[in-house]
């Protein structure tokens, strides 16, 4: 098979710092990527976060418009490493709502990855539209990006994922997270 994980290595003891979450959760700050568009050719999703895995990586990322969360979840299970031992972190898209939040993790992620809890959840995107993407949309969109987050939130009591957090927001949409919520991703 073709080496498709980049290779690294972990000194004796002293691996690969970690930061510390919200709420205490500690996370790699060294994680594999599968956007299927990073990969060379002749290496798979599924492979490539193997021999992840076999070097000693522990954090994984993925997002629900990758469509790679399957071939992620079946690389977890062939590599026997435990799921204590793994970072998982996913994406969900913009701003969907609170519900289809919580429906497409208990639905779609989950079962997918085949694992019963994420370790971090991150909306994406705070805009709706591709084309305003990574944040153009400016305060347009406030009540469902707070929708959305009250349903991150929501998966966070429920205890399905550890910790959660955005992604590509400004400053501003930031605070009116913070502001709804009272929770800083």
Do not use: H, W
């Given at each position: 098979a073709a080496a498709c994980a980049v290779a690294f290595a972990l000194a004796s003891g002293s691996g690969v710092p970690s930061v510390e979450l919200p709420g205490g959760v500690m996370m790699p700050m060294l994680a594999f990527g599968s956007y299927p568009g990073s990969f060379k050719q002749g290496c798979t999703v599924a492979e490539s976060v193997r021999q992840w895995l076999a070097l000693g990586g522990r954090h994984?990322?993925?997002?629900?418009?990758?469509?790679?969360?399957p071939d992620v979840g079946e690389?977890?299970?062939?590599?026997?490493?435990?799921?204590?031992e793994i970072f998982l972190t996913t994406k969900i898209p913009g701003p969907i709502g609170k519900q289809q939040t919580i429906?497409?993790?208990m639905n779609v992620s989950l079962p997918q990855l085949g694992v019963d809890y994420l370790d971090l959840v991150l909306i994406h995107k705070p805009c709706i539209?591709?084309?305003?993407?990574?944040?153009?949309?400016?305060?347009?969109e406030h009540a469902?990006?707070?929708?959305t987050w009250e349903g991150v939130l929501e998966l966070k009591r429920l205890g399905k994922i550890r910790a959660a957090g955005v992604s590509n927001f400004?400053?501003?949409q930031l605070a009116?997270?913070?502001?709804?919520s009272g929770v800083t991703p």
């Open positions: 994984i990322d993925t997002a629900n418009n990758y469509g790679t969360q690389a977890m299970k062939a590599a026997g490493v435990p799921r204590s429906d497409m993790i539209e591709k084309d305003l993407f990574p944040n153009k949309c400016g305060a347009a469902e990006r707070v929708d400004d400053a501003d009116t997270l913070v502001a709804a």
